[in-house]
């Protein structure tokens, strides 16, 4: 990383203008028509799931979140290319995927009303 | 060294020492700003989201209802097209990358188009809603002579000066009984409205109400007539009526102001738009750039990254608003 860097400053005849015209950066190998391929599975499977006639409301959530999920996660490990950052880049994201998780839990409260959440709050 | 602190008077950027993680992390302080905004990004988007979670919680039968309107179709087309313009991105950012300016060109070209593509499959969506109407009329029963109470709700066919014509449902609206909710404009859907109409047109609702004179067989071909036009309705789109304007009560369309569901499908809908229309204009700085033949591999990376996270927010917008 620092030498290609080094060497892409050294190439530069003309400082200012290293933005625009500069040597090949180092990139990553990434099958994305795979990815691709993923996602649009990953979709259609999320659309055929909604037809299928369940008994519970919750068990189509849930499996319509946990393919939302797996596609976002495809999405960011290799389209944002998450799977070759460093450590600071995780730690960033991690703070407000902590706070998204604590806001979420503390819905709990106002969205149950069944049974189950009874058992902790009794009238 | 032909270049260092003595020609520029500070350490140039890529040479410097991270701040944050220390000697050796190569992180460039761009990337590290993207994230960073994107991380702000996340807590906006999840704050709407979770009013959505409030909302739908507490009316779960506006939702429910409501969202049977949503185009499914269009929505799943716009969720792939949202999907190829990412990828197409990551092939911009690999092209960019790899300093390939032709390549770069082509495929940010395609991304922005399948975000137009996107834009105006979403066009053709609020106009869907914002052309349904609910209406409340008061018409004098031809036989009868009494005023009646109806409510219609379809699309919009023509807005004439003098009447509307509408491609729906209609039902009665019966006086309010003790210990029902109130009749409510706000509440009313395409399928309350058809389910009350098939109910009012069942036969023996219509038994009751029909009075054929002749009565036997005529009688028992009326009933059929309003059975079989009571099935027709939870089939078909609805019939053609045609609403005096001076008779209307109530008019409302399917915008934010129809209901909670409403309000939330076009503010979560709303916002992630905004968020296309700001990455087409990035997206476009970029590609002028590129016709004139500069290659910025570091920014198209950063606006690649906002861009995947638009497609992010849209892989769970569409089935929370569409399918569940």
Redo the contacts between chains.
Sequence with gaps: ??SN??AA??HGHE?EEA?????????HH?N??A??GT??VL?IV??S??FIHTES?LV??LI??L??SI??TA??Y????LKF?????YL??I???C??IL??CA?IP??M?GPLFNIFFRQ | MSESILDHGYIPEEHAPDPVIGHGDPTPPGKIAIWLFLASEIMFFIAILATYIIFRSGSPKIFAEHALILNKLLAGINTLVLIGSSLTMALAVDAAQKNNRKKLSVFLAITIVCAFGFMLIKYFEYKAKLTHHTIVATEVDATTKKPVVYVYDGHMIEKGDKAYKIEGFRARIDPDKPGELPFNIHWMSEKSVKELAAMQASPAHAAAMVDVPGGGEAKEEAKAEVKSAGHDLTESHGEEWTIDKSKIAQDITYGPWKNIFFASYFTLTGIHGIHVLGGIIALGILLIQSFRGKVFAAQTEYVGLYWHFVDLVWIFLFPLLYLI
């Design positions: 990383m620092d860097s080094a400053h050294g400082p933005h625009g015209v500069s040597v090949p950066m180092p990139h990434v994305y028509l990815v691709f996602l649009v979709t999320t659309v799931v909604t409301e189509k959530i319509a979140l393919i939302a596609k976002a999405v960011a290799y389209f944002m290319h950052e460093g450590k600071l880049i960033i994201m703070v407000p995927l706070l998204c806001l979420i819905l106002d969205v009303h």
